[in-house]
């Protein structure tokens, strides 16, 4: 089964202003995936955690894992990704000759569905929400203050 990137960036994207900022956002939709009672608990975000990698070991035991391919063209999102997946204990890796952007995993079908690609979607909406503001802020203050798409002309315009 291949995934690709840009299933997830459907839908609009979150704004944020500051690294604490995404960093709260990271926290609450982790403790949301990971099932804790409140966002704002960490221990309860720790104890979550456990709880999400006892489900993945308990789905191993009863289904098998299923190789799957995810095509992950962003560098920013697949290293999220793979760091998603190493969290959880599972070992992304991709075969020789495949492209960088390839990434392979073993899981529980039901395990990739109702956890790791659902908490990933979440989690890259608000890592590219807070990468473009970033450099459009960059952009604004250091290079120039208009940071708007380039015009739209109705014709191509006459050779000079």
Known sequence: MAWSLEESLRGAAHEMTTQTELR???RKIEALFAGAGTAGERDAAEAA???VKAKLAELESKEA????QFSIADPWSRHLFMALCRRYGLKPYR??????????????????DQV???EFKDLE????AYLSEVTH?????????DTSDAQEVPEALPAA
């Open 116 to 118: 790791l690609i659902s």
């Open 49 to 51: 955690l456990g709880r």
């Open 65 to 68: 894992p299923i190789e799957v």
């Open 95 to 112: 075969y020789h000759r495949q492209r960088r952007s390839t990434v392979m995993v073993r899981a529980p079908r039901r395990f990739l």
């Open 24 to 26: 709260d956002k990271l």
């Open 137 to 145: 802020k960059i952009i604004r203050e250091e290079v120039f203050a």
């Open 125 to 128: 909406r608000a890592l590219h």
